[in-house]
């Protein structure tokens, strides 16, 4: 068979393609996170192969002893940042908790003050949660048998 022919044949008809570009379209790349010891596995190659002197094709070792390098680095700023992070999450959360509780208790002093004014309660009104729980399916009731 000719070159043609054999590339006609591995190449999905014109209404596959687009087809298929819609569903690969779907499939979003995640970024990939290796597990918790790469930084000492990676390390630890790194010292292994320069220490032994290998060489292999399209393998640069120096270039592996610099990730190992960059990836402690990179570690440690990360770890710092994600620390940072997680205190001033909780911190906001506490704030927010707070901040929450005195505006819960004035909309509460403000509906009992109040509770004889419909206006003022159709006011407060737009400051109740949302609606949008969702319910637990409700269980059919079951008739005892005779």
Do not use: C
């Amino acid at each position: 068979m000719s070159g043609l022919a054999i590339n006609r044949r591995l190449r999905p008809p014109e209404s596959k393609v687009s087809q298929m570009s819609t569903v690969n379209a779907k499939n979003i790349k995640r970024t990939y996170y290796p597990n918790k010891t790469f930084d000492d596995d990676l390390n630890g190659f790194a010292q292994l192969a320069t220490a032994e002197g290998w060489k292999f094709p399209g393998v640069d070792v120096a270039q592996i002893a610099a990730d190992a390098t960059d990836q402690r680095n990179e570690r440690t700023q990360h770890d710092a940042t994600e620390s940072q992070f997680d205190k001033l999450h909780e911190t906001f959360g506490l704030a927010q908790e707070a901040r929450y509780d005195r505006f819960a208790a004035a909309l509460n002093a403000a509906r009992g003050a109040f509770r004889n004014n419909k206006a003022v309660l159709a006011q407060l009104d737009h400051f109740r949660r949302s609606a949008r729980r969702t319910a637990k399916p409700a269980v059919a009731e079951q008739k005892p048998a005779p």
